[in-house]
């Protein structure tokens, strides 16, 4: 049959083509999720590369201190009736006067664990435990968050503890400077 005036030819039969929306498309909705897959991807990698970057980033005059401190006190751990112990001291105490945990990477273990625990602590900065990983993560995140709430006398930082021993002695231990300051409606 003839449409006069479109001139479009039908069957009798034949049902007109159904256009669907763009986003039903078979082949838009895998560009769609593929173009999705590439920004996803390079958002993560370009997350890890920051984490990466910020974590690993280290002041250059601080670890050039931290060596010559390591210099000069490692002759009289020669001397020494356990020398290692004496270097990972010595390696643990240049780490903590600069600040640096990549000066900790020497050391092994537990001995690992604590240098950089103890720059947390001396810091007062949890962020510092982001180069641990798993319990010990955990342990430092949480005593360096407990030095810092003391430090600030901020009662509600003791709500970012973990362990829930170490919370419940942080808001004792700060529980007399919120009553102090009449602050216990909050």
Not at 52 to 66: F, G, M, N, R, W
Not at 160 to 170: G, Y
Request: glycine share 6%.
């Amino acid at each position: 049959m003839i449409d006069p005036n479109n001139q479009n030819y039908f069957s009798l039969n034949e049902q007109p083509a159904v256009v669907l929306p763009w986003w039903k498309v078979r082949k838009n909705q895998t560009h769609a999720i593929a173009a999705l897959g590439v920004l996803f991807g390079i958002g993560l990698v370009g997350y890890y590369g920051y984490q990466t970057y910020s974590l690993t980033h280290v002041d250059v005059e601080k670890i050039e201190q931290a060596n010559t401190i390591i210099a000069n006190e490692a002759s009289s751990c020669a001397t020494d009736k356990d020398p290692v112990a004496c270097e990972a001291r010595i390696r643990s105490n240049a780490a903590r006067a600069t600040g640096q945990t990549t000066v900790c990477e020497g050391l092994v273990d537990k001995k690992y664990m604590n240098c950089v625990m103890l720059i947390a602590l001396d810091t007062a900065d949890p962020e510092v435990c982001a180069v641990l990983s798993g319990a010990d993560k955990d342990v430092c995140t949480d005593s360096a968050t407990l030095r810092a709430a003391k430090k600030a006398k901020d009662y509600g930082m003791c709500m970012r503890i973990v362990d829930e021993t170490k919370r419940a002695a942080c808001q004792s231990q700060l529980l007399d400077d919120v009553v102090e300051k009449g602050e216990c409606e909050k």
